[in-house]
């Protein structure tokens, strides 16, 4: 069975501070990673993904992720955020067999002028 | 490319009544995913389509939730008779290659009062 685990329910940070959400997985078979944004009232958006390759992926809005495996982790980084990425933000981790995702409960992030 | 289209956006309904959600994929996107996201909670798996066949619908509460996906195409999740912790977000995702990630609609807000 596969698990996320989200390991902040909010993050509060100040404009143009660097910031890290952090993401753990469980998973007993290879595994594809994503993470996803939703603002208020909307559907979710893919910001990045790992499917093989280069663990440091850079995704869109100047955020990236690093997926370590020895700590089966996935954090998500920006190193300067604005007021527009106040949201919420998703782990999620893919079957490699069925497509279907899992996600985390979530991290608000809360970005302050 | 269109995006994935749902509707309604809102829908206000008293306990015990039925309850209808549409979802029309991005063209050429053979599998169809509706999940539910509760208020402060990630995305839940409801059902998962492979064109017209369902995949994996384990997750579904199948005494009062019912989905199809004739041809291939739309999809209707339907809720009967819909209980007061059903309200929640409901999202339809689709997806061209299985791990790519989804592509999410904006979804239907479900109040049941």
């Known amino acids: 069975a596969q698990s996320v685990t989200q390991l902040d329910s909010q993050v509060p940070v100040f404009e143009e501070a660097p910031v890290e959400l952090r993401c753990n997985y469980s998973?007993?078979?290879?595994?594809?990673l994503f993470w996803y944004v939703q603002y208020p009232n909307q559907g979710l958006q893919l910001l990045l993904k790992?499917?093989?390759?280069?663990?440091l992926v850079k995704g869109i809005n100047g955020f990236e992720a690093e997926f370590n495996k020895s700590q089966t982790s996935f954090h998500l980084r920006k190193p300067s955020v604005h007021i527009s990425d106040t949201a919420e933000y998703f782990c999620a981790v893919g079957s490699s067999n069925t497509g279907k995702l899992i996600f985390g409960q979530g991290t608000t992030l809360q970005v302050k002028p | 490319e269109a995006g994935v289209a749902q509707s309604p956006r809102y829908k206000i309904i008293e306990k015990r009544q039925s309850v209808a959600f549409w979802c029309n994929p991005i063209s050429g996107h053979a599998t169809l995913y509706w999940y539910q996201q509760i208020l402060g909670q990630g995305p839940k798996l409801l059902i998962q389509f492979q064109n017209n066949g369902v995949v994996d619908d384990s997750q579904l509460p199948k005494d009062r939730f019912s989905a199809e996906r004739l041809k291939g195409v739309d999809s209707t999740l339907k809720i009967q008779p819909a209980k007061l912790e059903d309200s929640a977000v409901y999202l339809c995702a689709t997806s061209g290659q299985a791990n790519y990630g989804y592509t999410f609609g904006s979804g239907t807000r479900l109040t049941v009062v």
């Open positions: 998973s007993s078979v290879s595994v594809y």
């Open positions: 790992y499917l093989s390759g280069s663990t």
